[in-house]
Structure formats: C-alpha cells, structure tokens
C-alpha cells in the first residue's frame, strides 16, 4: 500500500459547483496533512494544512480531517476555472523520524466555465 | 522577497554525460529539500538538508546522484551519468524551520531530459 493514495481523476466539475477531491493515508501516527496546489509546468504551491481531526476553512476552501479513518479531503466551494490544476496531498509521516512531505499522485481537476 | 530559485528551467542533455542543477533557497531559510517528480506523479524527497547537514538522504540513488549545500545556503544536486530514467522535473524547496511548524515553498524546478 503506498503511504499516500489519490484519486488521479481527472476530476471534472462545472463553474460554481463543488469540488471534493479525497486522500487516504497509511500511517497512523501520521500528525501533518498538506494540500498543495500545482498548476501545469509550475510548482507546487501551498493552498492549506491540518493537524486536527475536524474542518479547518480558509475562504472557498476546506479540509477536513479524519485521522480515525486516514482520511483527508479538500472541499472547493464556488470552483472557478482558475482552480483547474492538480492538487497533491501530502503528509508528514511518523515513521522513520524524517521532516518530509510524502506526496500522493495528485489529483486533476478541471472547472469547466 | 524573492522565492526558491532554481538553474537552469531547462536542460536536455545525452544519456551518459554529467548534468548539475542549482537552488537558492529564500533567505534564512536552514531546511533545503530536493525532490523529483516523475509525469503525473507527486515529489518525491531525494535529499534534506538542516543547514550544510544532509539529515536525510536515503532516497537518494548515490551511485549516480550527489549533492553538497555549502555555507548551509545554496545547494547543488549532479547526476553523473545520466541515465534516461532521471528524466524528471527537480525541485528545490526550503522552509524557516521543521515542516510540522512551518511551509515548505518550492522553487519552479529544473525539467531535464535525457535523450
């Protein structure tokens, strides 16, 4: 099982809809959660963390967090086509005592206008 | 301030032959990482630096692969040689402090491609 699993989509919704795009992660001691953001040929750009079990929102955007589970997810209310872009999960994990992301494969999604 | 920069954007380069990338990270920042990302794959940590310390280095293929961070600020990633898998985008990131405090910015990354 890899330590971080994404749906690679793609994901495709229209303007103004919502966007859910889900992780699943494999350590349980796991503490940090990331999502970044990565536009084509660009890189990654930091959009929001979590470190506690519940919702955490930052404008259109919310994660949430289910560490029972090993779940995180990345809410997009109000998608405009600017949020087309790929969007990677990453997670800090316990094992092996290093301060390093570890990233899923991302997920592709497009806002159709 | 200026970002995580990274040298060349771009560099192709014959299957065999050396190739160095460079990264200067945003200023004060002592944590350095390199990663690689393949084609539709997430970043993946080559090696982590605290300062001019390599602190993690265990994905870092080294029969091939190097890297030095002297004065604990710029840093330079080499292949020699270069094989047609290395073929990747190469990204430099730097955070203030641990990750589980503090963001980690990349920089706009080296694509390289051997032929």
């Known amino acids: 099982q890899k330590e971080v699993e994404q749906n690679s989509g793609p994901l495709s919704v229209p303007e103004g809809a919502i966007a859910s795009l889900n992780c699943t992660y494999s350590?349980?001691?796991?503490?940090?959660f990331f999502w970044y953001r990565q536009y084509s040929g660009k890189s990654p750009e930091l959009i929001m963390f979590i470190y506690s079990n519940g919702d955490k929102e930052d404008g259109r955007f919310t994660a949430q967090l289910n560490k029972a589970s090993q779940y995180v997810s990345l809410l997009i209310r109000d998608s405009q086509p600017s949020d087309s872009a790929t969007y990677l999960c990453a997670v800090i994990p316990t094992q092996g005592g290093s301060e390093k992301l570890v990233f899923g494969k991302g997920t592709k999604l497009t806002v159709n206008p | 301030e200026a970002g995580v920069v990274q040298s060349p954007r771009y560099k192709i380069i014959e299957k065999k032959q050396p190739v160095a990338f460079w990264c200067n990270p945003i200023s004060g920042h002592n944590t350095l990482y390199w990663y690689r990302q393949n084609l539709g794959q997430g970043p993946e940590l080559l090696i982590r630096?605290?300062?001019?310390?390599?602190?993690?280095d265990s994905q870092l293929p080294k029969d091939r692969f190097s890297a030095e961070r002297l004065k604990g600020v710029d840093s330079t990633l080499k292949i020699q040689p270069a094989e047609l898998g290395d073929s990747a985008v190469y990204l430099c990131?730097?955070?203030?402090?641990?990750?589980?405090?503090?963001?980690?910015?990349f920089g706009q990354g080296t694509r390289l491609t051997v032929v």
């Open positions: 350590d349980r001691g796991s503490q940090s």
């Open positions: 630096y605290e300062n001019e310390e390599a602190v993690d």
């Open positions: 990131a730097s955070s203030l402090e641990a990750l589980r405090r503090d963001e980690a910015f």
